[in-house]
């Protein structure tokens, strides 16, 4: 019995592997769309009375555009769409990145803003005023450190 059991789910792999070979599959902006309509789907059985004649509808045709861009043999299309959202997941994830970078390094450096270019510069703390000078543009400005 076990033996049979395995048997068929081999034969099910190879022909799952078959179906979908040329096509997109999952990808990160896929995951994401999930991910947005199980958040959708919590907001509508929350809110059920008022928004849930109006989420579901949603939710149907984000989950077939999920299936769309999974079975879709356009892989030139689907890529750039993939393209296009991790260049701004990136965008997004830079900037908290940068922040919690300063918030680690909040105790040992300052940080100032240039007045003219407005670049970040990272000066150690403890040095009373001092000058400092923009490695970007040249402008100096004082500030406490």
């Given amino acids: 019995m076990k033996e049979r059991f395995e048997q ?9 592997a078959v179906f979908m070979s040329g096509r997109n599959g999952n990808d ?18 929350l809110f059920s009375r008022r928004l849930g004649g109006l989420l579901y509808p949603l939710l149907l045709v984000l989950l ?12 030139a299309k689907r890529r750039n769409e993939n393209e296009a959202y991790l260049r701004l997941r990136a965008r997004f994830s830079s900037r908290f990145r940068v922040l919690k970078e300063r918030w680690v390094q909040r105790r040992e450096y300052k940080f ?9 510069m990272r000066v150690p ?7 400092i ?11 406490k450190s």
């Avoid at 068929?8 to 799952?16: I, K, L, V």
């Avoid at 100032?112 to 970040?120: D, E, G, L, R, Y």
């Avoid at 000078?133 to 500030?143: D, N, P």
């Fill in 64 to 75: 077939g555009y999920i299936y769309f861009r999974m079975l879709s043999r356009n892989l």
């Fill in 8 to 16: 068929f789910m081999t034969r099910s792999r190879q022909r799952m």
């Fill in 125 to 131: 703390r403890g040095r009373g005023k001092i000058r």
């Fill in 28 to 45: 990160p902006f896929n995951l994401f769309l999930l991910i947005v309509d199980v958040a959708i789907l919590l907001l509508a059985t």
């Fill in 133 to 143: 000078v923009c490695r970007k543009c040249g402008s100096s400005f004082t500030g």
């Fill in 112 to 120: 100032f803003t240039c007045p003219s270019c407005k670049a970040v």
